[in-house]
């Protein structure tokens, strides 16, 4: 059995890292996170990005994303780590993951090719408690309220909260 990558994701590897070598250097790293009232990532490489395609890769291509599997996106998570590349890139993902596992037919119609094109950012709001988020530890609130749900209770640990303008939030519905 083989373990290891295919040559289309060693491909790819090759790919992230010249692009990280060309527009992610320690000193370019050091200016986005120090940047006085910045959001602590750079909305141009984030729109870039989103062109290469890394940020639709597990996304279905019918919802605008490359539909390709983790171990593709891994490929691009430890080239991105290996700089320290400041983004949103994990939260998106994960919240795609989300909606994909459990969101409705009309949740991912309206909310999956913003995140795979990033004119979306997405993070998940599953830590309540110390210990891993499971469905047993959910006790967040959900109340029908009008057309509406509202939440009662508290998200904790939320990453890149400031970047996102989807929040992914598991709660329980009436109890």
């Known amino acids: 059995m ?5 040559e289309e994701q060693e491909l ?6 010249k692009w990280l070598d060309q527009n992610c250097a320690l000193e370019e790293v050091r200016r986005i996170t120090e940047a006085e009232g910045g959001e602590g990532f750079a909305r141009e490489q984030w729109k870039e990005i989103a062109e290469l395609g890394w940020l639709g890769l597990t996304i279905p291509e019918a919802h605008g994303g490359a539909g390709l599997g983790w171990v593709d996106l891994v490929v691009v998570l430890e080239e991105t780590g290996r700089s320290l590349f400041p983004s949103p890139l994990v939260s998106s993902t994960v919240a795609a993951a989300a909606l994909l596992e459990a969101g409705s037919p009309e949740q991912q119609s309206r909310w999956l090719p913003g995140l795979a094109d990033g004119t979306v950012i997405g993070t998940l709001a599953a830590q309540e408690s110390p210990g891993a988020p499971s469905a047993a530890s959910v006790q ?5 309220d009008g057309a509406g749900v509202l939440l009662s209770g508290e998200k904790r640990f939320v990453p890149d909260v400031g970047a ?3 929040y992914v939030v598991p709660f329980r519905r009436d109890g």
Do not use: K, N, P, Q
Not at 2 to 6: A, K, L, Q, S, V
Not at 12 to 17: A, D, G, K, N, Y
């Open 140 to 144: 967040l609130d959900g109340r029908a």
């Open 12 to 17: 790819l590897r090759s790919e992230v890292r």
């Open 164 to 166: 996102a303008s989807l």
């Open 2 to 6: 083989d373990f290891g990558f295919t």
